[in-house]
């Protein structure tokens, strides 16, 4: 089994939609592995996001990330990365397929609603980033 993270952004939250997305992960076949809501700090923001620090969106992704909570998760199954990216859609909603989240419930390409790991090192920082070792069920 996969492990990936996922995250439920300000947007989403604020919107109420932490139920309608959830049902559709729980739908896909992943398991939630770990969940807490957070609201993060600007600090904890960049350094999530510090692989994106020299690009031109990094202040105001930092600064809409940390503009109200989340809701952070590990889910699991198998092919985890692949198929949370499937299902999430394309960053820019415009592009995201029909009945994917981001082209259901997205605001624009920055309040797009959810974040997921691209690849297995990715979400293994990402993971632990987040959660320690005790957090996380199976």
Excluded at 23 to 52: N, P, T, W
Excluded at 55 to 63: A, E, H, N
Excluded at 66 to 85: F, M, T, Y
Aim: glycine share 8%.
């Amino acid at each position: 089994m996969e492990k990936t993270l996922a995250i439920l952004k300000p947007d989403a939250v604020e919107r109420n939609l932490i139920g309608k997305i959830l049902e559709r992960i729980e739908g896909k076949g992943f398991k939630v592995a770990a969940m807490k809501m957070a609201q993060l700090s600007q600090c904890e923001a960049k350094g999530f996001y510090d692989v994106h620090k020299e690009r031109p969106f990094f202040g105001d992704l930092t600064s809409y990330m940390s503009s109200g909570p989340v809701v952070l998760l590990v889910l699991s199954r198998d092919n985890a990365i692949k198929e949370w990216r499937d299902l999430m859609g394309a960053t820019n909603p415009a592009d995201a397929a029909e009945g994917t989240i981001r082209k259901d419930f997205a605001v624009n390409i920055e309040k797009n609603s959810t974040h997921g790991s691209d690849a297995p090192d990715t979400a293994a920082f990402e993971i632990s980033y987040f959660f320690s070792q005790t957090e996380i069920v199976g």
